[in-house]
């Protein structure tokens, strides 16, 4: 029968004593993670006084004391090949690594890792080899000398530790300097070092060959720096920490540090400020976390401060750090501060004798200017005036040396704390013109692809007429789906970007022009509540500016997110107030069309008489000026008004006469929705079989163009109608028709809409539990998106209950 490891024995006594792991090591004055070590196997060879120290935490007897120390030292039969020492072998045995941090917090997966690879039998046969990478402040270090000092046991014959100095302070140690100093560690008289680094690299070799032993190289700027360092023979190990990736070093595990999550950034806070403190101002404590941006050293720093003021409260230190201007300040201001240890990265690169590495540091302060939280290469591109390709490789050099997060290919991000020091030199080194002008540059942009958008959505829109200059540089798109998907991905930095824009005074000329281009991403997505946002914006601004047409349009479009959740008053107010500014300003085309929407909010409200007449000036205006796209419009919303008065023939010629005009120009989209909306109309007025056959038209061209959200509205009317008509499996198939469109191209509002119309269809067929369930689904999933629909579903929810 085989004996006990070391591993079954502790853990057998433990739990016999009733104690657990986080107990044995308090009454051992040891860390938990080391008695985990110990239990798992992880760590064979603790030291003799460890033993005997958790031999008195258990109250084992002599006997049994006797038996963990045995196993301690090696399972029986188990030999240990030894070979004598060469007569010039090291007679010094070096412990220089430096003390662990008692309250070292996180990093379970790390260290697991990095304890493994330095102590498993399975990586035999070699040296054993780890990498921790990471940004300045992130714990590299902290880590490395934590899992040496766990697993210091297995490498009896010594523990070397040298500071490389790559990002300082002062000068980087040279190959040929580190290798005497540790050929001076291991007893080599300093005037038997050879000059040569081959031959110092080759003692190195020969003195530690055969021995188990650790060495640690700190703060290393290279993989040139550390290969001369790497010991030769299997038995010892190498940790190498680096803010710069050493994925060029074969062979080496590659650990690259992340901050703290926000759990251990608090638990790090409290070890340092006191436990109880900071868990009564939880509140506070979790927003350090987030404006330290969870960086260790940060934390490290504030708890510090707050250890030495404990008449201080949390909140006191919190709002210190809520100023951006003056947060690095408040997180240490000499050598090691945060934004000393920022700026070691970036003098390095500015120091290289590479080109790129100094472009590199130089862009940096542009990279701070955004408020979005991302950078891809294109917006990135002319936020730095270069060309994508330099771009990327710029951006790269800042990636490699964790200045920069990588997320994905082309998209990158800031650490908080690295975007506030590079604003700082933002603010130092440029000026306030060329600050804006890369701004500039940026909105620019995003308004030329959103009026690529526009028109490939919306392409006899009147609102392009209104296009600037932005449109000459902005990428092309393949068809509509692309450029919406690629604002929508962009989405929340546009937002940051705009809103930026709004209260940056130089940006404002350049703000009303974006949101009105935008209509045709807002539109066809139905992004109301950004959408009155935004244009609200807009015109405010306008308005200043004397932007007259901008103005009018603006609040033209106010309209539509109001009309579309139900608030046909205010829509009502927007039109009347714009068709007062095309008329100030002589805009016939704007009046037309002003009248035309004036004609269909008024129809909601009832008003069908006055409805009737806006909608006729609308079509004399049209004719007037020749704008066939305002004149099928209007002759859209005449025939729905005409069948709200019972005059189907009128309706009905109004109708063909409007979907003739958009055949005729080859407007596939119009052509779409002046289908749909002519169903719409003949849906509600109880003419079932003719909205069925608008629809299903509008369906097919639809798909043809590909315009996943309006085929999605058109299911949710089929489903409707059917479910009138009695016909609730058919009603049923085009609502899940309409979810699975919805769903696949992200439109939650329109999602909602067809799961309470699902919940009707099951509650006609008796399933009132599955209705429940579509309406609770709604509810939830249109609490942030449409307060009408919500309403209705939340409605339906109470009338079953």
């Avoid at 985990?36 to 031999?55: M, Q």
């Avoid at 004798?353 to 950078?375: E, F, K, S, T």
């Amino acid at each position: 029968m085989a004996a006990a490891t070391l591993g079954d024995l502790l853990r057998q006594f433990r739990t016999a004593a009733g104690l657990t792991q986080g107990g044995l090591a308090e009454k051992a004055g040891l860390s938990e993670q080391a008695v985990s070590l110990l239990e798992r196997g992880t760590r064979r060879r603790p030291r003799i006084a460890t033993v005997h120290a958790l031999a008195e935490a258990l109250g084992l007897d002599a006997a049994a004391e006797e038996q963990l120390t045995q196993a301690a030292r090696g399972t029986p039969g188990r030999q240990i090949a030894t070979e004598p020492p060469a007569p010039d072998a090291v007679t010094v045995v070096p412990r220089q690594l430096p003390p662990t941090l008692a309250d070292f917090t996180g990093r379970t997966a790390e260290l697991e890792a990095l304890t493994r690879i330095l102590t498993a039998d399975d990586v035999v046969g070699t040296v054993r080899m780890a990498a921790v990478t990471g940004m300045g402040g992130v714990g590299k270090t902290s880590l490395a000398v934590h899992a040496a000092h766990l697993t210091a046991d297995a490498y009896p014959d010594g523990h070397l530790y040298l500071d490389l100095r790559g990002y300082g302070p002062g000068e980087p140690v040279q190959p040929a300097e580190a290798l005497s100093q540790l050929l001076r560690s291991l007893g080599i008289d300093g005037h038997s070092v050879p000059d040569g680094v081959d031959e110092a690299a080759a003692l190195y070799r020969s003195r530690i060959a055969g021995l188990r032993m650790l060495v640690l190289l700190d703060n290393a700027n290279g993989a040139a720096q550390v290969r001369p360092l790497l010991p030769g023979a299997s038995g010892s190990a190498v940790i190498v920490t680096s803010r710069r990736g050493l994925t060029a070093l074969p062979g080496f595990l590659q650990l690259s540090l992340s901050p703290l999550s926000e759990a251990d950034s608090i638990t790090l806070l409290g070890r340092i400020a006191g436990n109880d403190r900071v868990a009564a101002e939880a509140n506070a404590a979790r927003r350090i976390a987030r404006l330290t941006g969870r960086l260790p050293l940060a934390v490290r720093l504030i708890g510090a401060r707050l250890a030495a003021r404990p008449g201080w409260p949390v909140e006191h230190v919190m709002n210190q750090l809520q100023d951006e201007q003056r947060r690095l300040d408040e997180l240490g201001t000499g050598k090691s501060g945060v934004r000393s240890n920022i700026a070691a990265s970036v003098e390095f690169l500015a120091a290289s004798d590479d080109p790129l590495d100094r472009r590199a540091a130089a862009a940096l302060d542009l990279l701070g200017l955004p408020n979005g939280a991302d950078l891809i290469t294109l917006t990135t591109a002319h936020l730095l005036d270069e060309s994508e390709h330099n771009t990327e490789q710029m951006l790269e050099r800042l990636v490699d040396l964790n200045l920069l997060i990588s997320l994905a290919p082309g998209r990158y991000r800031l650490h908080d704390l690295i975007r506030a020091y590079a604003r700082e030199r933002a603010d130092q080194a440029l000026s306030e013109g060329a600050r804006t002008d890369a701004l500039a540059r940026v909105l620019t942009l995003y308004t030329g692809i959103a009026w690529r958008c526009h028109r490939l959505t919306h392409n006899e829109s009147r609102r392009l007429t209104l296009a600037g200059s932005s449109v000459r540089n902005a990428p092309d798109f393949p068809d509509a789906v692309s450029a919406l998907r690629w604002l929508d991905d962009e989405r929340s930095s546009l937002a940051e970007a705009f809103q930026q824009a709004c209260r940056t005074p130089a940006l404002r000329p350049l703000v009303p022009e974006l949101p009105l281009a935008l209509f045709g991403y807002y539109e066809p997505l139905g992004r109301w509540s950004e959408m009155r946002a935004a244009y609200a914006a807009g015109r405010e601004i306008a308005g200043e500016l004397g932007y007259g047409q901008l103005m009018a349009w603006l609040e033209h479009d106010l309209a539509i997110p109001d009309a579309e959740v139900g608030n046909f008053r205010a829509a009502l107010s927007h039109l009347e107030a714009s068709l007062d500014l095309f008329r100030t300003i002589g805009d016939l085309p704007g009046q037309a069309r002003a009248c035309t929407s004036l004609s269909r909010v008024l129809e909601q409200l009832g008003q069908v008489d006055e409805a009737v007449t806006r909608g006729e000036e609308a079509l004399s205006l049209s004719q007037e000026i020749g704008d066939e796209t305002i004149e099928g419009i209007s002759y859209l919303a005449l025939g729905n008004l005409y069948l709200r008065r019972g005059d189907t023939v009128r309706a009905g010629r109004s109708f063909n006469r409007a979907i003739a005009l958009s055949h005729a120009s080859g407007n596939l989209r119009s052509t779409a929705k002046r289908y749909h909306v002519a169903g719409q109309a003949y849906q509600q007025a109880g003419l079932h079989q003719q909205a069925i056959e608008f629809h299903a038209k509008g369906i097919e061209v639809y798909s043809a163009i590909g315009d996943v959200n309006s085929r999605a509205e058109s299911y949710k009317d089929l489903a409707a109608i059917h479910l009138q008509l009695g016909e609730a499996r058919t009603a049923k198939a085009h609502a899940e028709t309409g979810i699975r469109l919805a769903r696949g191209h992200g439109n939650v509002p329109r999602e909602g809409e067809l799961l309470i119309e699902l919940g009707r269809i099951a509650q006609a067929t008796g399933d009132l539990e599955a209705a429940r369930t579509h309406w609770q689904l709604a509810a939830t999933l249109l609490h942030s998106q449409s307060s009408r629909d919500e309403s209705i579903a939340l409605a339906l929810l109470a009338e079953t209950e």
